[in-house]
């Protein structure tokens, strides 16, 4: 866009378009005075935070399912999983990981938001203000538990881990495949009933959803059907396999089907967030750290080191760890206790939010539509909903540690 245009933006104009958006402003949530001296610096970031957050960073074609899964996909079900599991691992061994995004951390979008706020700072000629912290109640980051459960084995472990989180105090969601197997609902309602949250995981391990437009034209419909029955807010592609422009059309609230990063997944990339961001109307959380069969199945290595040390690297910064762990893999021993030995550590990191997925979007949304003011050097919070908002000092020993961070990797 042209600087002209950047610049004949009104105050009533930026405010009507709200904070629905990717841009570093939205992100930081500063005060509304800055809003206009930032503006045209602001437009900047949205088309920069979107080169990662929309994996633009990869061609067009490649951001959508490979077409050489159309081959794999109808032999798929001719060979058991463990033989499938070999020769994707071998296939992930032996090919190159590429450059970018880095794994399992890759900080360039902390790096972005992180500079673009030191030279938002000196624009303004302040050394330090205000701005909404990313969680409410002040908590310092986010844990949030996801699973997907791939088959009828996965389906009769599930208890097995919902158990082991409700003793440390945390609540999961379950994403189900609506139309792959039987569902045993009622089986369901309980766990929800004991503060789960279910989800869907599309209709089906397939690769039809996303394949082409005919497909998801047909498809759709029946998903969100079936998921209103059941009061379904939240949505993961089977496989991760995703197309922006049609998945954000989705009648869900949420989708967790993009990763920070994830190289390993038959549609590569990450949009490098440790945070939810918009996509469209709904929010994206994205997994952040990595799923458990890319490192049982695929990498073979052991996975609570990576875990916990990435873990404990996006607390740091104040972000979201959020898990993808699969019953089917997970759900007995001795992966059970590795996955207990997890939340055990996860269960230490202070001042955390143990959050549902859709407790965060929820809030991601609220906190969207906040607005801060500073009126007497006082910083004041308006909007419909402001519960739960707590308002931060950039100068936060927190912002300083991301410089740190991001130069770490
Ligand atoms: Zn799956």
Request: aromatic share 12%; net charge negative.
């Amino acid at each position: 866009m042209a600087l002209s245009k950047q610049l004949s933006f009104t105050a009533g104009e930026i405010e009507s378009v709200g904070d629905v958006a990717n841009d570093a402003f939205a992100f930081w949530k500063l005060p509304e005075n800055w809003r206009l001296p930032l503006a045209a610096h602001n437009y900047a970031s949205e088309v920069a935070a979107e080169h990662y957050l929309l994996e633009k960073y990869r061609p067009e074609e490649m951001r959508r399912p490979p077409a050489g899964l159309q081959v794999y996909y109808p032999v798929k079900h001719l060979l058991p999983a463990s033989v499938r599991h070999y020769l994707h691992s071998i296939l992930v061994r032996s090919s190159e990981r590429p450059d970018f995004p880095g794994w399992p951390y890759e900080p360039a979008l902390l790096r972005l938001m992180s500079e673009w706020l030191d030279s938002g700072l000196a624009e303004l000629q302040s050394k330090d203000g205000w701005h909404l912290g990313f969680w409410p109640d002040d908590y310092d980051c986010c844990i949030v538990l996801t699973h997907d459960v791939e088959s009828r084995r996965g389906f009769e472990r599930i208890e097995a881990i919902a158990d082991i989180e409700e003793k440390y105090g945390f609540r999961s969601a379950w994403n189900l495949p609506l139309a792959q197997y039987k569902i045993d609902w009622p089986r369901m309602e309980k766990l929800r009933r004991r503060g789960f949250e279910i989800g869907a995981h599309g209709l089906s391990h397939d690769g039809r959803l996303f394949r082409s437009f005919e497909d998801f034209q047909a498809l759709a419909p029946k998903l969100e059907s079936i998921a209103r029955e059941h009061e379904l807010r939240g949505f993961r592609s089977p496989s991760t396999l995703r197309r922006l422009e049609w998945l954000q059309e989705l009648d869900f609230d949420f989708d967790s089907s993009f990763s920070d990063t994830d190289p390993y997944e038959p549609q590569p990339g990450g949009c490098c967030s440790l945070f939810p961001f918009f996509l469209g109307r709904m929010v994206e959380l994205p997994y952040t750290l990595p799923q458990d069969h890319t490192l049982l199945h695929l990498l073979r290595r052991d996975a609570l080191p990576i875990w916990t040390s990435k873990a404990r690297w996006i607390a740091s910064v104040g972000g979201m760890i959020l898990t993808l762990i699969h019953p089917d893999y997970y759900g007995h021993q001795p992966y059970l206790a590795e996955y207990e030995e997890l939340l055990k550590q996860l269960g230490e990191l202070r001042n955390s939010w143990r959050a549902l997925p859709s407790e965060v979007a929820a809030w991601w949304q609220r906190r969207a539509r906040m607005r801060l003011e500073v009126k007497s050097s006082r910083p004041i919070v308006s909007g419909p909903d402001v519960e739960g908002a707590a308002v931060r000092r950039l100068s936060s020993e927190r912002l300083l540690t991301w410089r740190s961070k991001c130069r770490e990797y």
